[in-house]
Nanobody, 123 residues
């Protein structure tokens, strides 16, 4: 069993920045695909960013150039640096861990999910 915990959400003005963190238990963290997803009220959960153990990164078009995903395998932690935030980025952000072979943008392929952290961007 892998335990996933997010932190770092909050309230920020449009144009501001936040950094989300996610820790995942397990001895093989460096092999996990780690992903960030978000869900706004009344909308389906959507892919935000993903990163493989190798460091390869993937982004949704809506966040390219503004968000950066990174990982520190020594700390079993993945980060999501969010810059130039917009009101439409407001959502609950979820971190997920999955096996190394999955496509990072496919939510259904992840095995473990955190409880989510709220990000609110005011206009």
């Amino acid at each position: 069993q892998v335990h996933v915990v997010e932190s770092g959400g909050g309230l920020v003005q449009a144009g501001g920045s936040l950094r989300l963190s996610c820790t995942a238990s397990g001895r093989t963290f460096n092999s996990y695909v780690m992903g960030w997803f978000r869900q706004a009220p009344g909308k389906e959960r959507e892919f935000v960013a993903g990163i493989r153990g190798s460091g390869s990164t993937y982004y949704a078009d809506s966040v390219k150039g503004r968000f950066t995903i990174s990982r520190d395998n020594a700390k079993n932690t993945v980060y999501l640096q969010m810059n130039s935030l917009k009101p439409e980025d407001t959502a609950v952000y979820y971190c997920a861990a999955g096996p190394s072979f999955i496509a990072p943008m496919e939510a259904r392929r992840y095995d473990y999910w955190g409880q989510g952290t709220q990000v609110t961007v005011s206009s």
